[in-house]
């Protein structure tokens, strides 16, 4: 299959929108990262439409989230179930309902308690 030409002006303005929507993700993650957006925010954008966060990775997602490393995601995304290549927008309702859970303060605060009382 060959690939189709295009103009450089074409060539162009698609690497210009690529560079946009870099940027885009860049900013969303910021802000979580800065704890001015939380993931509940994040999927609540999601599900109105937003592309950027649509096509955000989960793994990405949760990286952004302070307090979360690699080994936390990754357990949090094992225990509901998600792979590890999928994007925002493909999560089912559990699967967002679990994200929440986990990494709302009020979900943070039920582990711990639950966690006391082992």
């Known amino acids: 299959m060959t690939m189709p030409t295009i103009t450089p002006e074409q060539r162009s303005a698609g690497l210009a929108r690529a560079a946009a929507v870099r940027k885009e993700r860049s900013m969303l993650t910021a ?4 704890g001015k957006l939380t993931v509940a925010d994040v999927l609540a954008r999601a599900a109105k439409g ?28 094992a225990s509901i179930g998600i792979h590890e290549s999928r994007r925002v927008g493909g999560l089912g309702a559990h ?6 859970a986990l990494t709302s303060p009020a979900g943070k605060s039920a582990k711990s308690a639950k966690s006391a009382h082992r």
């Open 31 to 34: 802000q979580v990262r800065a």
């Open 50 to 77: 937003d592309e950027i966060a649509r096509r955000l990775r989960v793994t990405t997602l949760l990286r952004a989230v302070p307090g979360w490393g690699d080994k936390k995601m990754a357990a949090a995304m």
């Open 95 to 100: 699967q967002r309902a679990g994200l929440i």
